[in-house]
């Protein structure tokens, strides 16, 4: 064989093994991107099931409150049906408003602060926000991680070849840095 084949050899394999180092790569970035949002998706489950029995706890106390219990249930139904991660973020964005409203309307009901149930499920639902929001940090910077390895040179390429596209990261919803009004 001649020298020239050998290393023209030589460099299409080389070639090769990183196109396919690339390419796995991508994949186990794209798989920890999805792996991140599957365990959000877990605690915002968890909150979902938590919020029946707060908002029936608070009926039994406040139940001319309904307009306040009416979004929270509206919002909880607006999360389940969400199809889409984007879906979910914007309608959780909803939904931890329409909660914020619900926990300071409850202030004005001495009673119902002091109920044992309440206090466990706010509780509850005080350690299932703190899982999402760490959660949320986890999956943005996945994000990240993901969407820089696609853009960057020569994985740009390859990413454009096979499909790889870039992910939304979790933002706060519109509004989450003014806290909720509640009048009486």
Known sequence: ???????????????????IGLYNNLVKLRNMVDNAWA???VQLQRRLDLIP???ETVKGYASHERGTLDEVTQA?????NAGTPEGKMQADGI???????????AEAYPDLKAN??????????????????????????????????IQTFPAVLIA????????????????????????F
């Open 116 to 149: 044992v149930n309440f206090q466990q499920l706010q509780a509850e639902l005080s350690n299932t926000e703190d899982k999402i929001s760490y959660m949320r940090q986890s999956y943005n910077d996945t994000v990240m991680k993901f969407n820089t390895a």
């Open 53 to 55: 029995n707060l908002v």
């Open 160 to 183: 454009g070849m096979m499909g790889f596209k870039e992910r939304q990261s979790f933002d706060a919803a519109s509004g989450a840095e003014v806290a909720p009004q509640v009048q």
């Open 95 to 105: 939904l931890t408003g329409a909660l914020k409203s619900l926990f300071a309307v």
């Open 76 to 80: 909880r139904a607006a999360v389940m």
């Open 1 to 19: 064989m001649d020298i020239v084949w050998i290393v023209v050899l030589v460099i299409v394999v080389v070639l090769a093994l990183a196109v």
């Open 39 to 41: 365990q959000i998706d």
